[in-house]
């Protein structure tokens, strides 16, 4: 499954570029993309566990920039 999300409060391109990379690391997650610009995440991750999944990219996210937000 691909979704979009839109993100608040991300501050700069090196915590998109960390957190991408975090998201990736992630048992289930086939593909993710931060892109600072445009203040959007796309996660392909498998069906079954999406939301387990997301909730594993919240809590990364929320390390790499604490004030950052995932809009749902």
Known sequence: ???????????????A?????????????????????TQKMIIDADDARFDDIMKQV????KKVEPDCRIIM
Request: aromatic share 4%; net charge neutral.
């Open 1 to 15: 499954m691909k979704k979009k999300f839109k993100l608040q409060d991300l501050d700069c391109a090196n915590c």
């Open 17 to 37: 570029q960390k957190m991408e990379d975090a998201i990736k690391k992630l048992d289930g997650v086939n593909d993710a993309s931060v892109n600072f610009m």
């Open 58 to 61: 919240q809590e990364t996210c």
